[in-house]
């Protein structure tokens, strides 16, 4: 939980720091009041008091206070003058408290010096700055639902449009003895998506980008999520091709989805080798949003049927250095965190392993 308020302290600048400031300090002290800033004449230099002990804070929090020393000694000298000039009257002014959002990480020496020259110009009783450290031990002095209470409030809102990519793969029909229809053998592959954001995503587009192509040859001629929807998309092997499918795809909010989509292409391919293409996904969703996007994947696109690629003995010397060249070369991207099936993997590595001199 702590870690959390760091978390929470280092993301607050301006006005929600000094949210979370009031809201520890109206937990931790039943007499602190806060004062909220009144149209064009503010808050008269005082974000919260304490009328009876005669207790005013101020709060500074810009996003970077090194960066900001002069314009906080500046700010600290003139709210000063409001805030005693105002509030005085109402309960004399005894004890004053800079608070300010230092990161944890203190503050200039000068800052110290001013408000030290406060209590002497002003004769008060106490003046001294108040930094991150001193609230985070305001609240974890109060109570445990206290604590959470005000770190759940602080949770930022998940925002309107969010649509993540959970996952890219290619599928596997495990079933060897499945035969299909010849005339549709495609690759078949399944995005899962996730809306995460608070409104629906109206999903109208999914483009295919084919960063690279490779053809290993030979001698001779997730799932628990249903799929909703199935597409056929045809690539082309060239290198910054696009294949774009429309779709009308609707995700309600935190709702998570998988569609399938049948791949293909016109490349003549070695039914018996593998067809390799380096995909970048996009997925297009309602108006003036980026796309969400996923890491590239590598998947064969079968020409026919299902090959295991392997190498075996007999293959020319040609053969084997281009097929090891090319393995090598996907393997580091895998290496790197692209996906790869792993059969494609196994296929791979076995050509690895073959012989420079078959």
């Given at each position: ?8 302290v ?95 990480k ?12 406060l ?32 770190l ?26 499945n ?6 053998l ?5 995005l ?65 989805d ?58 020319s ?10 393995a090598r ?21 076995s ?8």
């Amino acid at each position: 939980m702590r870690t959390a308020f760091k978390l929470l302290v280092h993301e607050s600048d301006g006005q929600r720091y000094e949210d979370l400031f009031v809201k520890i300090m109206s937990y931790s002290d039943p007499d602190f009041k806060p004062v909220k800033a009144c149209g064009n004449i503010g808050d008269r230099g005082n974000d919260g008091w304490v009328a009876k002990k005669g207790r005013y804070y101020q709060s500074y929090a810009p996003e970077s206070l090194a960066k900001n020393t002069k314009s906080a000694l500046t700010k600290l000298s003139e709210d000063f003058e409001k805030l005693k000039g105002f509030w005085n009257h109402l309960s004399p002014v005894r004890e004053f408290y800079f608070v300010v959002n230092d990161k944890f990480k203190g503050v200039s020496p000068h800052i110290y010096e001013t408000v030290d020259q406060l209590k002497h110009l002003h004769d008060l009783d106490r003046s001294e700055v108040f930094l991150a450290s001193q609230l985070e031990n305001k609240l974890f002095s109060l109570e445990h639902d206290q604590i959470k209470q005000v770190l759940n409030s602080f949770e930022p809102s998940p925002p309107a449009h969010s649509l993540k990519v959970v996952d890219f793969y290619e599928v596997i029909d495990e079933d060897e003895n499945n035969q299909k229809d010849r005339d549709d053998l495609a690759t078949e592959v399944e995005l899962k998506l996730r809306n995460s954001g608070s409104e629906v995503a109206f999903v109208k587009e999914i483009s295919f980008h084919t960063v690279k192509h490779w053809s290993l040859v030979t001698d001779r001629n997730h799932r628990i999520v249903d799929v909703s929807a199935t597409y056929d998309v045809s690539l082309s092997e060239k290198a910054g091709s696009v294949a774009r499918k429309k779709i009308h795809h609707e995700l309600k909010p935190q709702e998570t989805d998988r569609i399938r989509f049948k791949l293909r292409s016109k490349f003549w391919a070695d039914p018996d080798g593998l067809s390799l293409y380096l995909i970048e996904i996009n997925v297009h969703f309602n108006e003036e949003t980026a796309p969400a996007t996923f890491r590239q994947t590598i998947v064969n696109v079968r020409p026919s049927h299902i090959s295991q690629a392997s190498f075996f003995g007999g293959y020319s010397p040609e053969t084997v250095t281009n097929n090891k060249a090319l393995a090598r070369e996907v393997l580091e991207l895998h290496a790197g965190g692209v996906g790869v099936e792993d059969y494609v993997v196994g296929a791979l590595e076995s050509w690895m392993l073959a012989p420079d001199t078959p």
